[in-house]
């Protein structure tokens, strides 16, 4: 394995992580937020999940499902890289409404714009794709099941997300739910 592999994916994760921290310090005052129930509800699978992906597992877990090559590699890099930039994109069109637990803002607004327009969760979206690339690169069934349970995590997540949204912006939500998929950006008929 080239020393490449070793630290590009692990060190895109880590610039993102560091973007994420920085934006996270310009956000506006939270209005409403979730319970510690409904936040360990999303955050336990979450764990679970970074932590399967991110150790070195024995046994079977560490076992390779996806045969390694370097074009898988590189597929994974490339996915992770196509995920963590749409996340970014994501998270700068959100700007002061983000919040990393579910939250509305004071004066929170409706964003439509940007990858909204494609997806009502784009930087789930995104991470996910992140994800997916890093259990491609990583080829463990550690790491199939750590993008498992961040996926469920974010499932949680997102019910608790539009619920507060269809709180708070009412038939404005509704109509943006009706025209704009969750996750996937397919075409709506």
Request: no cysteine; aromatic share 12%; net charge positive.
């Amino acid at each position: 394995m080239h020393p490449l592999h070793a630290w590009l994916i692990p060190g895109a994760w880590m610039l993102w992580l560091a973007y994420w921290t920085v934006a996270a310090g310009r956000t506006k005052p939270v209005a409403r937020a979730e319970t510690i129930a409904s936040r360990l509800s999303h955050l336990l699978p979450l764990g679970i999940g970074v932590a399967l992906l991110s150790l070195h597992a024995p046994g079977l877990l560490g076992r390779r499902w996806l045969p390694y090559s370097e074009a898988g590699f590189w597929a994974g890099a490339a996915l992770v890289a196509a995920g963590l930039g749409f996340a970014v994109w994501a998270r700068v069109h959100l700007a002061g409404n983000w919040s990393g637990t579910v939250t509305l803002k004071q004066d929170h607004s409706l964003t439509r714009s940007g990858p909204y327009g494609w997806v009502r969760h784009p930087i789930y979206t995104g991470l996910l794709l992140a994800l997916l690339g890093s259990a491609i690169a990583n080829g463990s069934w550690a790491g199939l099941l750590g993008l498992l349970a961040i996926a469920l995590a974010f499932l949680r997540k997102i019910g608790i997300e539009e619920r507060f949204l269809g709180a708070q912006f009412g038939e404005a939500y509704a109509r943006y739910r009706s025209e704009v998929p969750a996750l996937l950006p397919w075409p709506r008929r």
